[in-house]
């Protein structure tokens, strides 16, 4: 594996004493997860002050088998957040889905679900009520998917032959 060195390090790790206990003792732990073991040993080969190693990233690279980037990357996230920062993952809020079905939205359907199904159909289609919430306004857009999701956590489904009124009962041992 080549790695690419770069020409002036503009992040440069110096630890505190505290500091280096602690990615220590989380090391020696051995109870955390392997990313954050990872950027522990990242940062104690890579602290430049009197009590550290000062590796190049090169180095580090090699030694923990890494990416320079992973290196260039958890320097960074420790000059510019902390320590914390450079362990966590950090999460964006955008990068979560908002839900389709609220409380609100779910209850009616369920109540379409439960209802009559339209004429000439013996009970409803995931497609039938797929196209059903969009016409009623219940929400602007749904999958057929989405709603046997919704529709399965809640033990209430036309489209199947029980109408999850009450739960099966658990068989008797031979």
């Given at each position: 594996m080549i790695a690419k060195q770069p020409a002036v390090k503009r992040y440069i790790v110096t630890l505190s004493a505290d500091e280096r206990e602690r990615l220590n003792a989380l090391i020696q732990k051995g109870t955390s997860p392997a990313r954050q073991v990872l950027k522990a040993r990242i940062l104690l080969k890579a602290d430049a002050s009197?009590?550290?190693?000062?590796?190049?990233?090169?180095?580090?690279?090699?030694?923990l088998d890494t990416s320079i980037d992973t290196i260039a990357r958890t320097r960074q996230q420790l000059v510019?957040?902390?320590?914390?920062?450079?362990?966590?993952?950090?999460?964006?809020?955008?990068?979560?889905?908002?839900?389709?079905?609220?409380?609100?939205?779910e209850a009616k359907l369920i109540a379409?679900?439960?209802?009559?199904?339209?004429?000439?159909r013996k009970r409803w289609t995931l497609?039938?009520?797929e196209t059903a919430v969009v016409q009623l306004n219940i929400v602007d857009r749904a999958s057929?998917?989405?709603?046997?999701?919704?529709?399965?956590?809640t033990f209430s489904s036309r489209t199947s032959r029980s109408n999850g009124s009450?739960?099966?009962r658990p068989m008797r041992p031979s």
């Open positions: 009197e009590a550290g190693a000062a590796w190049s990233d090169g180095e580090i690279a090699e030694a510019e957040g902390g320590l914390d920062a450079a362990l966590t993952r950090k999460h964006s809020p955008n990068s979560a889905r908002k839900r389709i079905f609220d409380g609100a939205a379409l679900a439960c209802s009559a199904p339209p004429k000439g497609t039938l009520l057929d998917n989405t709603i046997g999701r919704t529709l399965k956590k009450s739960r099966r």
